[in-house]
């Protein structure tokens, strides 16, 4: 079985700097993307950012020159160090990751880490 465990969430104030981790767990064969997606209160699960496998990344109009998201590819682990926070960032964020476990390939969310950002 996968799991994917996040951790780093929290309160904060605007402007302040929080570092989300997400570790792949279980028995699998290798991991392609990873991402960030976070979700707010009645609002749909939006993407924040992702990475490939290479490292190539992508981000979110509203993450792009705020956050940065990096693995760790040894220890099968995605970060997203967030900067420069406001109120709005508020939401719960979840990783994902496509896993590939034998011939196919399969997308895995964690639990989601809650982030509140006062202003």
């Known amino acids: 079985q996968v799991q994917l465990v996040e951790s780093g969430g929290g309160l904060v104030q605007a402007g302040g700097s929080l570092r989300l981790s997400c570790a792949a767990s279980?028995?699998?064969?290798?991991?392609?993307?990873m991402g960030w997606y976070r979700q707010a209160p009645g609002k749909q699960r939006e993407l924040v950012a992702g990475?490939?496998?290479?490292?190539?990344?992508n981000y979110a109009d509203s993450a792009k020159g705020r956050f940065t998201i990096s693995r760790d590819n040894a220890n099968n682990t995605v970060y997203l160090q967030m900067n420069s926070l406001k109120p709005e960032d508020t939401a719960v964020y979840y990783c994902?990751?496509?896993?590939?476990?034998?011939?196919?390939?399969?997308?895995?969310w964690g639990q989601g880490t809650q982030v509140t950002v006062s202003s």
């Open positions: 994902n990751a496509d896993i590939k476990r034998g011939a196919l390939q399969w997308t895995y």
């Open positions: 990475i490939t496998s290479g490292g190539s990344t």
């Open positions: 279980g028995r699998f064969f290798s991991i392609n993307g």
